[in-house]
């Protein structure tokens, strides 16, 4: 059984965005050498997410307003969590409904995706340096 | 290390609709020969879920009713994926409350799993052609 | 490839309670011998979680009333689940939004986590004997 490990590296601006990450774990991909097994690709900052869905700018706003909707920014006072000085609560819930990891199977070399599938990184929580780890296990 | 793949596909009528698949998964694992592993089960389209839960009826009726509260089918106007020609950016969302894949362990050449644990897909989005993906590696 | 397996049991007198098991997966990953792979860590049973996020007990209050804003235990008579005799319908929902399971990354024989990253057990129809089941593949 052979492994590789990656880190993605992101520094975003803005509180919240969703950014195409497939590219660059493909590239981990064939830097990994492996063509059977399973990449895992993880957020690993509890304010983020990774998950799959689609490429489509409009589809990305609505997931915005959805998510304010389910778990709002403000007031930030509504949450205990913001009493230790942060203002992130609503970032670890609106990451627990888009999901920490995604588990994509590697068959021939390649990521086993249907037609639509992409792979993104997930920030609810902006202006600092996050990390994602790609870990690939296979033969 | 061993892998195996297969695809299951689904064709339902109606827009929205839960399906057992445990056996489905059971028969891909047998074909397999693995013994000690892990299975993957992943939708590989982006409107729809694979989750792992009760296969009980009311149950399903009532994630049926929550999920269509937490991201209303209607009015399709009110996404702007839906801007696109499609009407189903909800399902988009309901997928992302549910999952898209599962991760299952195989031990002593069975699904590894608690006394109700059942897998379904979970259609979003029916009335086309679909697949979900299982792949299992191990030994 | 090497595999492990080890269940973690609980009885939780709570309805809900979040319980970090971080420790008890390290343990299991030593036992393991494993130094790079992947581990599976979920729920056996349909009305629990396991996931990740922060040790911080004013997030888990706010994770407590977010939950139960988004699926109210009571009235129990409004779900359909309900009219089986049981009283626990929204756990089975709690439990689709905050996941059944997690798969870590092992790396030179750790658990490969981000600063924050802890794993919680997370109860939402206690009072009775539940596992958690840990399974650890690689070499």
Redesign the interface.
Same mark, same amino acid.
């Given at each position: 059984?052979k492994?590789h490990?990656k880190e993605l590296w992101f520094h975003l601006p803005a509180r919240r965005a969703f950014v195409n990450i497939s590219s660059q774990v493909e590239e981990a991909l064939r830097e990994s050498g492996i063509r059977? @097994?399973?990449v895992?690709v993880? !957020?690993?900052?509890?304010t983020a997410s990774v /998950?799959?869905?689609?490429d489509?700018s409009?589809?990305h706003?609505?997931?915005e307003s959805?998510l304010e909707r389910?778990?709002p920014h403000e007031p930030v006072g509504q949450?205990?969590?913001?009493?230790?000085g942060e203002d992130n609560?609503d970032a670890?819930?609106k990451?627990?409904?888009? @999901?920490?990891?995604?588990?994509? !199977?590697v068959?021939q070399g390649k990521l086993? /995706?249907?037609?639509?599938?992409q792979i993104f990184y997930g920030e609810f929580d902006g202006g600092r340096r996050k990390?994602v780890?790609v870990?690939i296990?296979?033969?």
């Open positions: 059984m492994s490990r059977e @097994g399973l895992l993880n !957020a690993m900052h509890i /998950f799959i869905n689609d489509e409009g589809l706003a609505d997931y959805w389910l778990a949450y205990r969590h913001n009493r230790t609560a670890h819930m990451r627990q409904v888009m @999901g920490r990891e995604v588990v994509v !199977a068959t086993d /995706f249907g037609p639509w599938e990390r780890l870990k296990i296979g033969e």
